[in-house]
T-cell receptor, first 117, second 111 residues
Framework: DTEVTQTPKHLVMGMTNKKSLKCEQH?????MYWYKQKAKKPPELMFVYSYEKLSINESVPSRFSPECPNSSLLNLHLHALQPEDSALYLC????????????????FGPGTRLTVL | SQQGEEDPQALSIQEGENATMNCSYKTSINNLQWYRQNSGRGLVHLILIRSNEREKHSGRLRVTLDTSKKSSSLLITASRAADTASYFCATAPYGNNRLAFGKGNQVVVIP
């Protein structure tokens, strides 16, 4: 299985709602990522998990809360979002890379299109 | 900081023609990768070239890397309508798995 799945595909939420995005992979990858992508822009890295531990947080506001329950799953909990948070949220995974290992390509899911009203 | 920066022009070509796009970056890299994104969907990895490689081929794709000029190019030969997409380069530094994506090139292949 060489697929990264994301649910839901589309999400509309109000600014007071709490929702979660889910991501799953069964490739045995030990690094997982969340990206945010606005229209006609490149993906922007939000979080990196390595061996289920948060290794990179790109100064993301606390209204975004990542969680990695196990090596196959990655969640992004959303609370009190703003309309400017509307974007495509992409999950990706890769074989982990450490300082002594070569870097590997990332496998992306189809994304969740989020609209905040 | 964002590393890869493609030339910002959009490409519109006829089916069967070749498409070339460029990418420049600013700091040392472990490798450089190219990804394709169809409208509103996830990214698909196309090819990875390591810093000690100069050229790499994969099917109709040819990637070059010039580390002295900190630049890379992606050539798609004999383009097809299905190649219509946005193409991003991404650089990977040494020591961490933080990819930096360039601005992307929109390619439209006209049947």
């Amino acid at each position: 299985d060489t697929e990264v799945t994301q649910t839901p595909k589309h999400l509309v939420m109000g600014m007071t709602n709490k929702k979660s995005l889910k991501c799953e992979q069964h490739m045995g990858h030990r690094a997982m990522y969340w990206y945010k992508q606005k229209a006609k822009k490149p993906p922007e890295l939000m979080f990196v998990y390595s061996y289920e531990k948060l290794s990179i947080n790109e100064s993301v506001p606390s209204r975004f809360s990542p969680e990695c329950p196990n090596s196959s799953l990655l969640n992004l909990h959303l609370h009190a979002l703003q309309p400017e948070d509307s974007a495509l949220y992409l999950c990706a995974s890769s074989q982990d890379s450490g300082q002594r290992r070569p870097y590997y390509e990332q496998f992306f899911g189809p994304g969740t299109r989020l609209t905040v009203l | 900081s964002q590393q890869g920066e493609e030339d910002p022009q959009a490409l519109s070509i006829q089916e069967g023609e070749n498409a070339t796009m460029n990418c420049s970056y600013k700091t040392s890299i472990n490798n450089l990768q190219w990804y394709r994104q169809n409208s509103g969907r996830g990214l698909v990895h196309l090819i990875l070239i390591r810093s000690n490689e100069r050229e790499k081929h994969s099917g109709r794709l040819r990637v070059t890397l010039d580390t002295s000029k900190k630049s890379s190019s992606l050539l798609i030969t004999a383009s097809r309508a299905a190649d219509t997409a946005s193409y991003f380069c991404a650089t990977a530094p040494y020591g961490n798995n933080r990819l930096a994506f360039g601005k992307g090139n929109q390619v439209v292949v006209i049947p």
